[in-house]
Nanobody, 121 residues
Framework: QVQLVESGGGLVQAGGSLTLSCAAS????????MGWYRQAPGKQRELVAA???????NYAGSVKSRFTISRDNAKNTVYLQMNSLKPEDTAVYYC???????????????WGQGTQVTVSS
C-alpha cells in the first residue's frame, strides 16, 4: 500500500536548476531516512544525497557543492534542489525511503519509479 511518487524531472540546459519532489503515501507509521539515487545508462545506481528525520544530511562528493536535500515531515515529502547542473548529472533519479507501515513492526526500504533528468550542453 505504501508508495513513493517522484516529480519535477525534465530537460534543462547546463548551468540551470531543477527541483525534484518525492511524496510517500499510504498507511505510514513513520519514516526514517529518505534519499535520492541516480542511474545513468550502463552504470550502477549511486547515492546522490540522503537526509534523516532529524535533518542530518549526506551528499555524494560530485554534488555536495551544488545540490541541497530537504524534507517536510508533515507531508512525508523529500526534495532535491539541483543547481549548476552539468551534462554528467543526466540520469534517472530515484527516491528512496526507509518506512515503517502502519501495523508493521519493522522498517523496509521503498523505491519510487524514477524521474528522468536530462542536462544539455
Amino acid at each position: 500500500q505504501v508508495q513513493l511518487v517522484e516529480s519535477g524531472g525534465g530537460l534543462v540546459q547546463a548551468g540551470g536548476s531543477l527541483t525534484l519532489s518525492c511524496a510517500a503515501s499510504g498507511s505510514i507509521f513513520s519514516i526514517n531516512v529518505m534519499g535520492w539515487y541516480r542511474q545513468a545508462p550502463g552504470k550502477q545506481r549511486e547515492l546522490v544525497a540522503a537526509i534523516t528525520s532529524g535533518g542530518s544530511t549526506n551528499y555524494a562528493g560530485s554534488v555536495k557543492s551544488r545540490f541541497t536535500i530537504s524534507r517536510d515531515n508533515a507531508k512525508n515529502t523529500v526534495y532535491l534542489q539541483m543547481n549548476s547542473l552539468k551534462p554528467e548529472d543526466t540520469a534517472v533519479y530515484y527516491c528512496n525511503a526507509d518506512i515503517r507501515p502502519l501495523g508493521v513492526s519493522r522498517y523496509d526500504y521503498y523505491w519510487g519509479q524514477g524521474t528522468q533528468v536530462t542536462v544539455s550542453s
